[in-house]
């Protein structure tokens, strides 16, 4: 029986798994995702998600284990926006959204500490805001639902008052792109898979 090893800090993300009844424990990553960069939106994810999953390789090498590490980056009016660092960071971030959309990538990268397969998805999603005025913001940045979140903001939070429509995937969005993390279970584990659903 393989045992599925979220390398995930993120609440939302433990949530997504949590409210779909899907076994799996906890581990953190070991690495600084904030210095690996890339040239584009999706690399910079894409490498993030891998660099998370991978750190943690070691210690589960050779047990019945898939690790799966996430990443999630905004791409806004040529700009990529990861964490903001401050509330200022935040703010700017949000001003940018601001009556126009937005993407929203989610990268997964899984590796099958047996085996040593891996499989790899992106989910992108793109987020239309209205516009906001300095209200609107200060309701945005209320109650700190800016830190520690990609884009300085949670869809599932404040900021929903004022996105008008979404393109794509609501849990990519959160976090964790439920469908595509399925189609990668799916492939690694095939009918094992079915055991892990509580």
Request: charged share 25%; proline share 2%; with cysteine.
């Amino acid at each position: 029986m393989y045992t599925i090893i979220l390398v995930s800090s993120s609440i939302n993300r433990q949530k997504i798994l949590n409210h779909f009844n899907f076994k799996f424990e906890i581990d953190m990553p070991t690495c600084n995702e904030e210095e690996i960069n890339g040239s584009s939106a999706s690399e910079i994810a894409q490498k993030r998600a891998k660099a998370k999953t991978l750190s943690l390789v070691t210690k589960y090498q050779g047990k019945k284990a898939i690790l799966v590490g996430c990443d999630t980056v905004i791409e806004s009016r040529g700009k990529i926006f990861g964490k903001p660092k401050n509330l200022l960071d935040a703010q700017n971030m949000l001003l940018s959204y601001s009556s126009t959309s937005h993407n929203v990538l989610s990268s997964i990268y899984c590796f099958d500490t047996y085996t040593g397969r891996d499989e790899k998805a992106l989910s992108i999603s793109k987020v239309f805001f209205k516009s906001l005025g300095k209200k609107e913001l200060e309701i945005c940045l209320s109650n700190n639902e800016w830190k520690d979140v990609a884009g300085g903001y949670r869809i599932q939070g404040l900021a929903s008052y004022f996105i008008e429509k979404i393109e794509g995937s609501y849990y990519g969005i959160v976090g964790l792109p439920i469908h595509e993390f399925y189609l990668a279970m799916e492939k690694l584990l095939g009918d094992d898979l079915y055991k892990l659903f509580s």
